[in-house]
């Protein structure tokens, strides 16, 4: 395989998985924790992720991510909501989407 179609490969898949984030594991979530506390959280985690944004580089990536965890831990812990790692994966990586290309999640 040459470099073109791994990354026709690579960008279908990061479109299969916006797709299954926004329209199957977002509405969970929303329904799990509830929508009051749910758009409470989307907030700070869209703040915290504009936030990362301005004090790290992009190559500090994982320091970012870190940031945004801690605070969002934090956060979700203050409101009384229980967060998974993979919630909270889950709900960043959706935000940073959204912060990125404009688009909305669910």
Do not use: H, W
Not at 39 to 53: G, L, T
């Amino acid at each position: 395989m040459n470099n073109e179609m791994i990354t026709v490969i690579i960008k279908a898949l990061v479109a299969v998985l916006s797709v299954l984030i926004t329209s199957v594991v977002i509405p969970y979530i929303k329904g799990k924790i509830g929508e009051n506390k749910y758009n409470e959280i989307k907030y700070y985690v869209e703040y915290a992720v504009r936030c990362a944004e301005m004090l790290y580089t992009p190559e500090q990536r994982k320091e970012k991510k870190a940031y945004v965890k801690a605070y969002i831990l934090r956060k979700a812990s203050d409101f009384g909501i229980e967060m998974t790692e993979e919630d909270l994966d889950i709900l960043i990586e959706g935000l940073v989407q959204e912060v990125k290309y404009g688009r909305e999640i669910a």
